[in-house]
């Protein structure tokens, strides 16, 4: 980012400080796609995935005076709309469970080749897991959560963020690699 746009982002951030309307949904039109992508990963659900976003705007502009940098509203923002997730996942009590037992099919063909895999694939199956799985999975893998975290963040165990995420790793490897010996 140069320092025009850090400018123009400053400006604009000041002018919403200020209840500009128009500056909030020049502010909003800039980052909503991103943070819309974001929800959807998490619930998989447009609907809630737009509510998510609706709502973590209003208390984003509401809490703006909070925002320490100006700079920083963009993963300030990121933050916020991940809580939000969170905390609608919370309230429709996902499941969220210990299986230890379960066991690996990852790395268990010897010989396997390399594949170039259409994006769109993992993506599809992504949303294709179950709930708890899918959550842990991008908690850990695209917001960069350790297990400990997630565990906290969640109010489950550890070893539970962890069998989720190699339940998710697992689903995934078998969605993608029947999905490309079918094709």
């Not at 980052?31 to 208390?59: C, G, H, P, W």
């Not at 080749?113 to 842990?136: M, Q, W, Y």
């Not at 960069?144 to 689903?171: C, F, M, N």
Request: aromatic letters at 8%; charged letters at 30%; glycine letters at 4%.
């Amino acid at each position: 980012m140069n320092r025009k746009e850090l400018y123009i982002n400053d400006n604009i951030i000041d002018r919403c400080r200020d209840g500009e309307v128009k500056a909030q949904f020049l502010l909003y039109k800039q980052y909503s796609k991103a943070m819309y992508n974001i929800a959807i990963r998490f619930l998989n659900n447009r609907m809630d995935a737009e509510d998510i976003l609706q709502e973590s705007f209003v208390t984003a502009f509401e809490k703006l005076g909070e925002l320490t940098s100006n700079n920083a509203f963009g993963s300030w923002l990121k933050r916020i709309v991940i809580n939000n997730c969170i905390s609608h996942i919370r309230k429709n009590r996902i499941e969220f469970d210990d299986i230890d037992d379960h066991p690996s099919v990852i790395g268990t063909d010897e010989g396997e080749e390399e594949f170039n895999i259409d994006p769109s694939l993992v993506h599809n199956a992504i949303k294709d897991l179950p709930p708890g799985a899918r959550t842990i999975l991008v908690l850990h893998v695209l917001e960069g959560y350790k297990h400990r975290e997630i565990a906290e963040i969640l109010g489950v165990s550890e070893s539970t963020s962890k069998s989720q995420y190699k339940r998710s790793l697992d689903i995934l490897y078998t969605k993608i690699k029947n999905k490309i010996y079918v094709s």
